[in-house]
């Protein structure tokens, strides 16, 4: 038999028709998993390729490995090998790693657990549809090397996460699945056949030569069952032993281990019944069940995978001559001008130089219709141009564009367990310490009773009770939900929203840009002094140059802005042009500047701005603004809910008013600074309520950050969106209607499924006691137990 090849990089051997390769010192190496392949990429892009030159030969000795494992992992410590995986923010990094060896809900306990007591790890958050482990820590205070030794001391290899890399290996992962459920169910099927010939109903012309053989051939049949197709329960099992936590692979390793040791024993005294057939069977029936539970995860995190792959991998550059050529994503540079032809996918985050043409951003937003655009507005990456040729400047590549930064909101959502996930969490760990100890009385009761019934009493006790279906019963319905929001254009960023929704009894609500539409149009301006309208209008674009509200719209673009630009939330901008402060915004704040009283809005109609200097004001502009078509729609859902709607605006024009009579708010309050509006909520809270918040403004951030659930409008400022719960991706508040359905239906669902699997976990326990419960019922209603609980949470997928 030919021997395997070593790997190139940890030294194990290659399995047969392994295609993962990387170029080590100018040949081809070959490599046993995709692990290895990113690691010494990573080393070789890194400038690190003389690591594999000066390495001694005892580094790829599969015997040195635990010695060779320490420095390799030290590798992941040099910033060039950071670079392309580790994020680095202030005093704390940001990384993603691809997580082998997770068996169950269980793991993800474990993992995040053991992490959160480490020294310098603020945060650990597992997400077990995709197997990614998303870690933010202080690398002055714990390497990055040790971090994943830790990992390795509990039973867990990390990757750095890769696209490509992840696909591949939850293909194999499945592959590898169906395979071990194939073996199982081939062989258990012969298992059966010879375990039956010895029955006392079949065996009455068997020879006690024939029966004999038919126990070593059961033996025979049955050992690759136990430690080809059941090998990941057993290191499950070990690795809780070792980390003194229990999860539903102790039960099930006891419960698989005693019987095939009971069969060892029959077999080799040739008294008593065989037990392999059962060994087959639970063998058969836990992995068929794994494997679906699996796949019905990695469908909730579709929705996470169709976004990570939206990018094109190449695009067309235009040259400094106005040539194109195709290169791929990872050579573009921001400050390149990228051409986007119709139907292509846009590569990068930028601004529109020449073209325009609709595109379509329903899988970002949720907005079915492709929107308008044209040269000035911004492109999203990932995002389909329908119509006409585009012209775009690059301005954010990578995880710097709106699309990385949705992914990574969206599985922070996902990983996020409100209480009552971690509720059931600790539920099913005391459960099965309780199932261990009854499994132990009932075992030496039944000892007492019949010796010959207590062995399987007790293995039918411990397969019925296995608490997967509790573990899973909250995570899979959030994590559902998540992706069915999303698909309205509701992206949530944190676990918490769809638990908190019941608790909510008053809404506080923006105006310009939430309940309007936020895309003003300057209807009129009105020379105050000296100057006339097109100067006044120069000045104060200038103002609102680079700013990002709704309002600096209104003003169109202008290449030159002021001076020493200050932003004053709810109140306006201050800054220096053409040698003169200026202020814009209030009135009240822009006559501070000179000293004098506010002057009154001369009309009630609009939005009224003020733009003075030193010397007084300077010019009146009117801005129009359009209500949303929806807002009446979800202002009803709201009162339908029982909840009390508030707004609160900074704008103290009349607009204010005028929103409030046509919407029905009777409770509406204008010209509030970012510290009025926060004292609203502090006052809400003292009186017992709890407060939603949509908004989307910089003078908004603190009520967002301080409302018990906030949404920021898919238009907000950057920082309104980090602080907000969730995102309203779309901008239409209907989607918000509909996730307030969702979000009763999930609870629901969640309900039901804690209640099924509590249910029927407290009653098998005694049926399973008493001696009602047959191994095979037990395997069968362990299996079905948990795919309801799967199969209903994927109910929430169901969205229109």
């Not at 919407?663 to 204008?670: F, K, P, V």
Request: charged content about 20%; aromatic content about 6%; proline content about 4%.
């Amino acid at each position: 038999m030919t021997q395997p090849l070593p790997c190139y990089h940890c030294g194990l051997p290659v399995p047969a028709g392994s295609h993962f390769e990387a170029r080590v010192l100018g040949e081809t190496r070959a490599m046993c998993c995709p692990g290895c392949q990113a690691v010494a990429e990573a080393i070789v892009a890194g400038g690190l390729e003389s690591y594999y030159r000066h390495r001694s030969d005892s580094a790829v000795n599969p015997q040195a490995l635990p010695k060779a494992l320490p420095d390799e992992l030290e590798l992941y410590d040099r910033d060039e090998v950071q670079r392309g995986f580790v994020l680095h923010e202030g005093d704390l990094s940001e990384t993603c790693l691809l997580i082998e060896g997770i068996s169950c809900a269980a793991c993800g306990w474990l993992i995040e657990k053991h992490l959160r007591g480490l020294p310098g790890v603020a945060e650990a958050s597992l997400n077990l549809s995709n197997q990614r482990l998303n870690v933010r820590w202080a690398d002055s205070q714990l390497p990055l090397s040790q971090l994943l030794k830790e990992l390795r001391a509990i039973g867990y290899a990390g990757h750095p996460w890769q696209a490509d890399e992840a696909s591949a290996r939850l293909a194999e992962e499945n592959r590898k699945s169906l395979r071990q459920i194939g073996v199982a169910g081939l062989l258990w099927m012969q298992v059966m056949m010879a375990a039956m010939a010895t029955w006392p109903e079949f065996n009455i012309d068997l020879s006690a030569e024939l029966d004999t053989i038919l126990r070593w051939v059961s033996l025979f049949l049955t050992t690759p069952i136990v430690f080809y197709c059941c090998g990941q329960f057993f290191r499950g099992a070990l690795r809780d032993l070792r980390t003194r936590h229990l999860t539903m692979d102790v039960s099930v390793s006891l419960a698989i281990g005693g019987a095939y040791v009971a069969g060892i024993w029959s077999t080799v005294t040739g008294v008593g019944e065989l037990y392999f057939d059962a060994v087959g069977m639970f063998a058969l029936f836990l992995l068929a069940g794994r494997y679906l539970e699996r796949r019905a995860r990695e469908r909730t995190a579709a929705a996470t995978a169709q976004l990570v792959n939206l990018l094109p991998a190449s695009c067309l550059r235009v040259d400094v001559q106005g040539q194109t050529e195709r290169v791929l994503l990872r050579e573009l540079r921001v400050g390149d001008q990228v051409r986007v032809p119709p139907g292509s996918l846009l590569p990068a985050d930028g601004c529109i130089l020449d073209g325009q043409s609709s595109v379509d951003e329903s899988l970002l937003t949720g907005e079915y219709l492709p929107l308008p655009r044209i040269a000035g507005d911004l492109v999203t990456a990932g995002t389909l141009n329908v119509e006409g040729p585009l012209t775009i400047e690059v301005q954010a590549l990578g995880n710097d564009t709106r699309l990385s930064a949705i992914v990574r909101l969206l599985e922070r959502a996902q990983v996020d367990k409100p209480r009552l996930a971690q509720l059931a969490d600790r539920v099913a760990q005391w459960f099965l310490l309780i199932v261990l100890g009854v499994a132990a009385i009932v075992g030496l009761v039944w000892w007492q009773i019949d010796a010959e019934r207590a062995f399987w009493i007790v293995l039918s006790l411990l397969v019925a009770t296995c608490p997967c279906a509790l573990s899973l019963a909250t995570p899979t319905a959030l994590t559902t939900a998540t992706g069915s929001l999303h698909k309205l254009g509701l992206l949530l960023t944190r676990g918490h929203v769809l638990e908190g929704l019941k608790h909510i009894d008053t809404v506080i609500v923006d105006k310009t840009g939430t309940l309007t539409e936020g895309r003003l149009t300057l209807s009129s301006v009105q020379p105050l002094r000296d100057l006339d309208q097109d100067h006044c209008l120069s000045l104060a674009a200038a103002l609102e140059h680079g700013s990002e509200h709704p309002i600096a719209r209104a003003f169109g673009h202008r290449n030159e802005g002021a001076e020493q630009i200050v932003s004053t939330p709810g109140q306006g901008l201050e800054g220096v042009m053409e040698q003169r402060r200026l202020r814009i915004g209030q009135p009240a704040f822009v006559a501070a500047l000179s000293g004098q009283a506010a002057p009154a809005i001369p009309g009630n109609q609009g939005q009224w701005l003020l733009l003075g200097d030193e010397q007084g004001p300077l010019a009146w502009f009117v801005l129009d603004d359009r209500l949303r078509e929806d807002a009446g729609e979800l202002l009803l859902a709201c009162r339908e809910q029982g909840w009390n709607v508030i707004l609160l605006s900074g704008d103290s024009s009349p607009m204010v008013a005028d929103v409030a009579r046509r919407l029905e708010i009777s409770d509406a309050r204008g010209g509030l600074t970012p510290d009025a509006k926060l004292a609203v909520l502090h006052e809400l809270h003292q009186n017992g309520h709890r407060v939603l918040m949509l908004g989307d403004g910089v003078n908004d951030v603190p009520v967002l950050a301080g409302a018990d659930i906030s949404v920021a409008m898919g238009s907000a400022t950057d920082l309104a969106k980090t602080s907000a719960d969730a995102v309203l991706l779309s901008n239409r508040l209907s989607s918000l209607v509909q996730a307030f359905a969702v979000a009763k239906r999930t609870r629901r669902i969640i309900i039901e499924n804690l209640l099924w699997a509590s249910l029927y976990n407290g009653l098998v326990l005694p049926f399973a006691a008493l001696g009602w419960v047959t191994p095979l019922w037990a395997a069968f209603g362990m299996s079905i137990s948990s795919l309801l609980v799967v199969i209903n949470a994927l109910r929430l997928a169901r969205v229109r």
